[in-house]
């Protein structure tokens, strides 16, 4: 890319869904709600309705530009589409890239021969 | 007086044992041998406690309080902490720890940098310290450790000038407040370029990391903390290069020497360059 974006440039620690990204890693039960219905998960932290809308259509861009911290960003992907790597390119990061990168996503992986 | 028996440092991609086979073989029996080479330098060097200086990926706090450094004063240390079993798929281990050791040298620092912690419940381990356990079979070699989990990517995070003059500290506190004939290794866990998360995540920018590596083996301290900062590290990488601030405590330990490469490996699917270095300390 010609001007990559610093990673993080939005950062906000106050931004909530870092620790609901943080919760969700350190409690097991927590996440097999959050599986089962997100929905209510969501709704018992005080998101902003931003926030919680990005959270329900994976929109990784928007939680990027609100302050959810990349690293977090990368455990929500792997939080909604899985931990596990099946390849060097997961589903997880594959997501992830696709909503960072929108519409710069295809000609972006053809640059790399990918 | 203590005295530092060894001094080391290397990448701990989560690839190198969740996704080790997605590399050609020249570049896996790359990181082979280099871990072989750390494993060996551990036993030959008769380490008693190795002081592990590793980074934090935000695996122990809420990052709006989030520790710069963490030591983890703990009897035992077991991992890898379960949200990262089915990615790293390492063994669970333990290790012996060294309150007393890691106590000494908490005190030592804790008025030398901003947010400085002890914690004496086990950390949450992720690849920091689960993959250099695993890769150098650290568990084997009987050495106790204390691990140092340290801030690299929430800002502000302590820079290459901050984490060099703790690592002076800590150099210092080794060799004067630690018991005699005591032997504490030194090992940097992280790095080289990669951006964990952002819009560069499949990127790794070789040109940087031969570049470090090539400065480190220089051994111009210096040089290294005028020329790698922090904004050098974002740049080849954000939120993931400044891992190599690891590094940096180390070379404080230590002071300025030269370095032997134990091997470079670029390789995509990892996502995060790999090196390794062991300090001359003759």
Redesign the interface.
Known sequence: ?DD?????EY?D??LRT??LV?DL??D?ELRARFESSEKQVLDAYPLTAEERTAILDRDFRKLFELGL???????L??LIYG???T???SGA?TA??KS??GDRYDSYMAE?G? | MAEISVAMAASHAP?LT??FD?APEADQRTVLAAYAEIHAALVESRTDVLLVIAND???NG???D?ADFTFGTAERHTGPD??FK??LRVPDYELPGRPDVAEVLYESVKDRAPRVRAVRENL?YDDNLSVPVTMADIVSTGVAVVPVLQNC???PVPDERVCYALGETLGEAIRTRLPAGLRVGLLGSGGLSH????????EIDEKFDRWWMDLLVEGDHEKVLTDATFERM?EAG??GTAELLSWMVVMGAIGPRPCKALGYAAV????CGFGAVRWDLS
């Open positions: 890319m990559p974006e610093m990673a993080l950062f620690p106050l870092n620790d943080q890693k350190w097991r911290h990349p690293y977090l960003l990368s455990q992907a792997r931990t596990g790597e390849a060097g390119t990061a992830l890239l960072l990168l790399r990918e | 690839g969740g996704w997605k990926h935000i695996a809420l990052v709006s989030y379960e949200w089915p990615w949450r990517t929430v800002p951006e964990p998360g952002g819009p560069r995540y499949m974002e954000s939120g995509d699917q990892w996502r």
